[in-house]
Protein backbone atom coordinates (compact mmCIF):
# COMPACT_ATOMS: atom_id res chain seq x y z
CA UNK A 1 0.00 0.00 0.00
CA UNK A 2 1.20 3.81 -0.53
CA UNK A 3 0.70 6.57 1.46
CA UNK A 4 -0.98 9.53 0.37
CA UNK A 5 2.83 11.56 0.64
CA UNK A 6 3.82 9.04 -1.63
CA UNK A 7 1.58 9.46 -4.68
CA UNK A 8 1.30 13.13 -4.04
CA UNK A 9 5.21 13.27 -4.15
CA UNK A 10 4.75 11.35 -7.41
CA UNK A 11 2.28 13.20 -9.51
CA UNK A 12 3.81 16.58 -8.34
CA UNK A 13 7.31 15.30 -10.01
CA UNK A 14 5.06 14.38 -12.73
CA UNK A 15 3.42 17.88 -12.63
CA UNK A 16 6.70 19.19 -13.07
CA UNK A 17 7.96 16.78 -16.11
CA UNK A 18 4.66 17.89 -17.83
CA UNK A 19 5.43 21.97 -16.92
CA UNK A 20 8.72 21.92 -18.68
CA UNK A 21 7.45 19.83 -21.62
CA UNK A 22 4.61 22.34 -22.32
CA UNK A 23 7.04 25.40 -22.17
CA UNK A 24 8.13 24.34 -25.48
CA UNK A 25 4.71 24.09 -26.90
CA UNK A 26 4.50 27.21 -29.31
CA UNK A 27 2.81 30.66 -27.93
CA UNK A 28 -0.37 30.41 -29.65
CA UNK A 29 -1.32 26.82 -27.37
CA UNK A 30 -0.83 29.18 -24.64
CA UNK A 31 -4.68 29.61 -24.09
CA UNK A 32 -5.81 26.00 -25.37
CA UNK A 33 -3.73 22.90 -25.23
CA UNK A 34 -0.62 24.35 -22.90
CA UNK A 35 -3.28 25.33 -20.36
CA UNK A 36 -5.38 22.33 -20.32
CA UNK A 37 -2.50 20.17 -19.92
CA UNK A 38 -1.03 22.04 -17.00
CA UNK A 39 -4.12 22.46 -15.23
CA UNK A 40 -5.01 18.62 -15.70
CA UNK A 41 -1.38 17.72 -14.17
CA UNK A 42 -2.12 19.98 -11.05
CA UNK A 43 -4.95 18.82 -10.50
CA UNK A 44 -3.86 15.27 -9.80
CA UNK A 45 -1.70 16.18 -6.61
CA UNK A 46 -3.65 18.92 -5.53
CA UNK A 47 -7.04 16.53 -5.67
CA UNK A 48 -4.83 14.29 -3.70
CA UNK A 49 -3.63 16.31 -1.37
CA UNK A 50 -7.82 17.88 -0.41
CA UNK A 51 -8.63 14.56 -0.15
CA UNK A 52 -6.52 13.69 2.37
CA UNK A 53 -7.12 16.70 4.20
CA UNK A 54 -11.05 15.60 4.30
CA UNK A 55 -12.68 14.12 7.44
CA UNK A 56 -13.26 10.55 6.38
CA UNK A 57 -11.97 7.38 4.12
CA UNK A 58 -15.38 7.96 1.80
CA UNK A 59 -14.60 11.57 1.11
CA UNK A 60 -10.74 11.39 0.61
CA UNK A 61 -11.67 8.32 -1.96
CA UNK A 62 -13.67 10.76 -3.56
CA UNK A 63 -11.19 13.38 -4.22
CA UNK A 64 -8.37 10.07 -5.47
CA UNK A 65 -11.49 9.12 -7.74
CA UNK A 66 -11.16 13.12 -9.31
CA UNK A 67 -7.31 12.73 -9.36
CA UNK A 68 -7.61 9.61 -11.33
CA UNK A 69 -9.73 11.18 -13.74
CA UNK A 70 -7.27 14.07 -14.09
CA UNK A 71 -4.58 11.81 -14.63
CA UNK A 72 -6.43 10.31 -17.83
CA UNK A 73 -7.68 13.43 -18.70
CA UNK A 74 -4.04 14.48 -18.96
CA UNK A 75 -3.02 11.35 -20.90
CA UNK A 76 -5.37 12.46 -23.35
CA UNK A 77 -4.35 15.41 -23.89
CA UNK A 78 -0.33 14.42 -24.21
CA UNK A 79 -1.91 11.74 -27.10
CA UNK A 80 -3.53 14.44 -28.60
CA UNK A 81 -0.36 16.95 -27.93
CA UNK A 82 1.70 14.38 -29.74
CA UNK A 83 -0.43 13.79 -32.77
CA UNK A 84 -0.55 17.55 -33.10
CA UNK A 85 3.31 17.69 -33.40
CA UNK A 86 3.63 19.39 -30.47
CA UNK A 87 5.86 16.80 -28.36
CA UNK A 88 7.99 14.03 -29.46
CA UNK A 89 7.13 10.20 -29.38
CA UNK A 90 9.84 9.91 -26.96
CA UNK A 91 8.51 12.75 -24.58
CA UNK A 92 5.44 11.51 -24.82
CA UNK A 93 6.07 7.82 -23.85
CA UNK A 94 8.45 8.86 -21.14
CA UNK A 95 5.77 10.87 -19.50
CA UNK A 96 2.84 8.08 -20.12
CA UNK A 97 5.19 5.58 -18.18
CA UNK A 98 5.30 7.79 -15.08
CA UNK A 99 1.49 8.49 -15.88
CA UNK A 100 0.60 4.98 -15.65
CA UNK A 101 2.64 4.00 -12.70
CA UNK A 102 0.54 6.92 -11.11
CA UNK A 103 -2.69 5.92 -12.31
CA UNK A 104 -2.12 2.18 -10.77
CA UNK A 105 -1.10 4.11 -7.25
CA UNK A 106 -4.05 6.12 -7.16
CA UNK A 107 -6.41 3.36 -8.12
CA UNK A 108 -4.81 0.80 -5.58
CA UNK A 109 -4.63 3.37 -2.70
CA UNK A 110 -8.46 4.24 -3.34
CA UNK A 111 -9.74 0.88 -3.23
CA UNK A 112 -7.60 -0.13 0.05
CA UNK A 113 -8.75 2.93 1.53
CA UNK A 114 -12.63 2.10 0.72
CA UNK A 115 -12.21 -1.67 1.88
CA UNK A 116 -10.71 -0.83 5.34
CA UNK A 117 -13.62 1.90 5.40
CA UNK A 118 -16.01 -0.71 5.29
CA UNK A 119 -14.86 -2.90 7.63
Known amino acids: MHSFKDLK ?3 MELAKVVYETTANFPANERYGL ?11 PSNIAEGAGRNSAKEFAQF ?5 GSAFELETQLILA ?3 GLISKASLESILQQLEQIQKMIYSFKNS ?4 SII
Open 34 to 44: TSQINRAAVSV
Open 9 to 11: ICS
Open 82 to 84: NSF
Open 113 to 116: ILKK
Open 64 to 68: LSIAL
